[in-house]
């Protein structure tokens, strides 16, 4: 067990040595997975047979200023019941939601800024929604908005336990997701 962590101190060690927060020029790519509200609405259906993939993202971040990114990011997340309607035929309903936008970002300066980056922004996106069923006589998605323009705030950290990888968490009350968690890359710097 000792042996075990004295490798541990040192990586961490290391890492509180050389992580630092956002700074101008840095180029960020974010990897993550996340909960939707469209995702928990649909799990509270009674289907039968139920998967739901988490809301997969991806994002592309730029430093602009210390202050200011701005960047690119794409989610995707699908749903997929299956049950036994009135009549007793089995059925499928499928729903996959792609969202893809930009996103400003303001960066709050912290007393730990070498390791700890927060910040605030928004996601401005399209959102494209994709429905089908083997079920004729069903119908519900009719209370979904179709596909439209999205803008979602959000509200996010990230914890740089290394110079170029961090640990990254973000909040948004409305939008693609509710909660998101990844691994955050520096590249380049």
């Avoid at 592309?60 to 009549?87: C, L, P, R, T, W």
């Avoid at 792609?98 to 399209?126: C, E, K, Q, W």
């Avoid at 950290?157 to 693609?176: K, W």
Wanted: proline content about 5%; hydrophobic content about 45%; some cysteine.
């Amino acid at each position: 067990m000792r042996l075990f962590l004295i490798p541990v101190f040192l990586i961490s060690t290391l890492g509180f040595s050389f992580a630092q927060g956002s700074k101008s020029g840095d180029l960020n790519l974010t990897l993550g997975a996340g909960a939707s509200a469209v995702g928990l609405l649909f799990n509270s259906i009674n289907y039968q047979q139920l998967s739901t993939t988490p809301v997969l993202n991806g994002m592309i971040d730029y430093s602009v200023a210390n202050v200011f990114s701005v960047g690119v990011a794409g989610s995707f997340q699908s749903f997929k019941g299956s049950d036994i309607d009135g009549s007793g035929n089995n059925f499928t309903d499928r729903i996959s939601c792609l969202n893809l936008g930009v996103r400003p970002l303001f960066h709050i300066p912290t007393p730990s800024a070498d390791a700890l980056d927060l910040y605030a922004g928004a996601r401005f996106g399209y959102v494209i929604w994709q429905y089908t069923s083997d079920n004729p006589t069903s119908d519900p998605l009719s209370a979904i908005t179709p596909s439209a323009v999205s803008i979602q705030p959000l509200f996010g950290a990230t914890y740089y336990f290394i110079n170029a990888v961090g640990i990254n968490m973000e909040l948004a009350p409305i939008g693609t997701y509710l909660a998101h968690i990844g691994i955050k890359f520096r590249i380049g710097t």
